[in-house]
Nanobody, 126 residues
């Protein structure tokens, strides 16, 4: 029933930008942290950005700080990831995820995500 539908991935030249979107449905997301993960070819899935329910608190992994911006539109149950100054190392499958038991608390590395999107591919060419 719960669906996270991602869009916005594609093939982009290094230095370009993308805006990924994730539309969530099927449950009440009040209080939920939303996050973006990525998995590079042959690599492990890692949390790269997360945002609190209100949008007032965010988390970014060091490798994306200053280039990626996470945002959300709760009226439309949508989360976005603005990716700027793309580099080849950004090539990965990007997944959005929603917190399970929602706590109205800021995101952290201990946040548990129970719902996942299908992933959208981002390929950065040099």
């Amino acid at each position: 029933q719960v669906q996270l539908v991602e869009s916005g991935g594609g093939l982009v030249q290094a230095g370009g930008s993308l805006r990924l979107s994730c539309a969530a449905s099927g449950r009440t997301f009040n209080g939920c942290v939303m996050g973006w993960f990525r998995q590079a070819p042959g690599g492990e899935r890692e949390l790269i950005a997360a945002i609190s329910w209100t949008g007032g608190s965010t988390y970014y992994v060091d490798s994306v700080k200053g280039r990626f911006t996470i945002s959300r539109d709760n009226a439309n149950d949508t989360v976005h990831l603005q990716i700027n100054t793309l580099i080849p190392e950004d090539t990965a499958v990007y997944y959005c995820a929603a917190e399970g038991f929602c706590t109205y608390t800021p995101p952290s590395r201990r946040t548990t995500y129970a719902y996942w999107g299908q992933g959208t591919h981002v390929t950065v060419s040099s």
